[in-house]
C-alpha cells in the first residue's frame, strides 16, 4: 500500500508508545497530559446534557452549523469576555468558532497556514503534539528558546528576522510541558512584535484558567486592546477539555475574520461541524453559571498536588534535578543534573522508574530541534497527595 509522502515527516508520538508499558500493576504514573476524571462535575454535565434535549431536542441532535451551534458560541463569547474584562477587551459570537477540542484548531492552523516547506516557529520545548501536526503539512519547525517566563522575546524576534515563518505558535500561560508563564512585559512585546514584522501569533490557552495562587498575566487576546493593530496578527485557541472534560471535545478557535473564514472552509472539508449534542450539552453548562464552582474545586485540588511534588522531588532526589515549581497548569518540567553521580539521561531514567515502579516522560520529543535530553515531564493531575509521594520516592530510588 502506497501512503502519503507527508506522513514521512512524523513519527508516532513517543508518548503514546510509553503508554504501552504502563499495564504492569502497581505503576504510578507522572505521565499522562489529561486532567483527573474524578474532577469532572458529573451531576452538572448531567444536568445540561438534560436540559439540552428537553430544551431543544432538534437542534441538540440534527447536523448544525460548521461554525457551530450559536447559543455556545454566545456563551463562549460571554464566558471570554468575562476573563478579559481587566483589559476591556470584548469578543462576540461571530469572532470564535468551535472545534472538535482545540487540537483541531491546530490542524485548521496547520492546513490555512503551512505549505511545504514553510518555516513555523514553535517553543523549545513546547507541545509534542503540535510539532508532528505542523510536521505533517510539510513545516520546517524552528524551537526558540524559553526560562521560567516563557519565551526569550529578543532571541525570537531574531527567529523572526532570519526565517520570516508564517507563524509563531505559543503556550503562555502554564505551558505543556514547561509549566513556564509568559511575563506581561514579554507578553506585550509579542503583540508589538507581531504588528511589526506582521507575523501571525497563535496562543494557545489550555490551562489558564487553572491557576493556583495569583491569576497570571491577561492573555494576549485580552492584551491586543493596549497593542493597536495587534489583534490582526493574533489567533487564539481555547478548549473545555482541560476545565470540564475532554469526553466533550469542545474547543474554540478566534482569529481575524480572513483566518476564520478558511478555517471554517477547510472544517466544513473534516468534520462538517463539532458535535451538536456536545455543543448544547457545553452550552447548557455555562449558562448554569456552574463554572466558577468547578474551576475553583479543581484549581484547589491541582493546588495540593502540585506542592506536594515539588516537595517531594525536593527531599527524594535533592541536587540531581532542578525545576521551577508551576504557578498553575498540570506538569512539572524539569532537568537531570548528574550531580552525586546520578543518572543525566532522562530516557535510561525512564526505563529504570518503569522498573520501580512509576513512569514519566521524557523531555527529549518536546523539542522540534536540539532536544535536551536531561529534560523530562512530570504530570501530578491524576494522581493523589499520598501516591505522588510514594511515586517520587520510587523515582528517587531509580535516579
Known amino acids: ?5 507527508r506522513l514521512d515527516n512524523v513519527e508516532t508520538s513517543a508518548i503514546r508508545e510509553l503508554f504501552k508499558l504502563l499495564g504492569k500493576p502497581g505503576i504510578i504514573s507522572f505521565a499522562g497530559g489529561f ?11 448531567r444536568e445540561a446534557s438534560n436540559k439540552a434535549l428537553a430544551e431543544d431536542p432538534g437542534a441538540a441532535l440534527q447536523y448544525g452549523a460548521t461554525e457551530g451551534y450559536n447559543p455556545l458560541r454566545e456563551q463562549l463569547a460571554a464566558f471570554m469576555t468575562e476573563k478579559m474584562k481587566s483589559t476591556g477587551a470584548q469578543l462576540t459570537p461571530e469572532g470564535l468558532i468551535v472545534t472538535t477540542g482545540s487540537q ?24 509534542l503534539a ?3 501536526c505542523f510536521r505533517l503539512y510539510g513545516a520546517q519547525v524552528i524551537g526558540a528558546p524559553i526560562d521560567a517566563q516563557g519565551v526569550q522575546v529578543d532571541k525570537l524576534e531574531a527567529l523572526i528576522a532570519e526565517h520570516k515563518p508564517r507563524f509563531v505558535y505559543l503556550i503562555p500561560t502554564f505551558g505543556n510541558p514547561s509549566g513556564a508563564t509568559l511575563s506581561l512585559e514579554r507578553r506585550k512585546r509579542i503583540l508589538e512584535l507581531a504588528v511589526k514584522t506582521q507575523t501571525v501569533v497563535i496562543e494557545d490557552d489550555p490551562y489558564g484558567d487553572l491557576y493556583f495562587g495569583e491569576s497570571p498575566p491577561a492573555s494576549l487576546l485580552a492584551l491586543t486592546a493596549q497593542v493597536p493593530g495587534s489583534r490582526d496578527w493574533l489567533v487564539h485557541c481555547g478548549s473545555l477539555s482541560k476545565v470540564l472534560s475532554p469526553g466533550l471535545r469542545v474547543g474554540w478557535m478566534i482569529a481575524p475574520p480572513a483566518l476564520l473564514a478558511k478555517a471554517t472552509m477547510c472544517k466544513q472539508f473534516s468534520d462538517a461541524h463539532t458535535s451538536t ?7 447548557q453548562y455555562l449558562k448554569a453559571g456552574r463554572m466558577p464552582a468547578t474551576l475553583a474545586r479543581v484549581r484547589a485540588v491541582y493546588a495540593e498536588r502540585a506542592q506536594a511534588m515539588g516537595e517531594s522531588l525536593k527531599k527524594e532526589l535533592g541536587d540531581a534535578i532542578e525545576f521551577t515549581q508551576p504557578g498553575g497548569g498540570l506538569f512539572f518540567w524539569a532537568r537531570l543534573t548528574g550531580a552525586g553521580c546520578k543518572l543525566k539521561d532522562a530516557n535510561e531514567l525512564a526505563k529504570r522508574a518503569i522498573d520501580k515502579g512509576v513512569a514519566f516522560v521524557p523531555g527529549a520529543p518536546f523539542f522540534a530541534t536540539n532536544p535536551d535530553v536531561s529534560a523530562l515531564r512530570l504530570s501530578f493531575a491524576t494522581v493523589g497527595v ?3 509521594r510514594e511515586g517520587v520516592e520510587r523515582l528517587g530510588k531509580a535516579v
Do not use: C, N, R
Open 1 to 5: 500500500m502506497q501512503f502519503a509522502q
Open 35 to 45: 486532567p483527573d476524571s474524578a474532577m469532572f462535575d458529573v451531576e452538572g454535565i
Open 104 to 127: 483541531q484548531a491546530l490542524d485548521l492552523l496547520g492546513k490555512t497556514l503551512v505549505d511545504p516547506g514553510a518555516k513555523v516557529i514553535v517553543e523549545a520545548p513546547t507541545f
Open 130 to 132: 503540535t510539532i508532528q
Open 277 to 283: 449534542f456536545a455543543q448544547a450539552t457545553a452550552a
Open 386 to 388: 499520598e501516591k505522588i
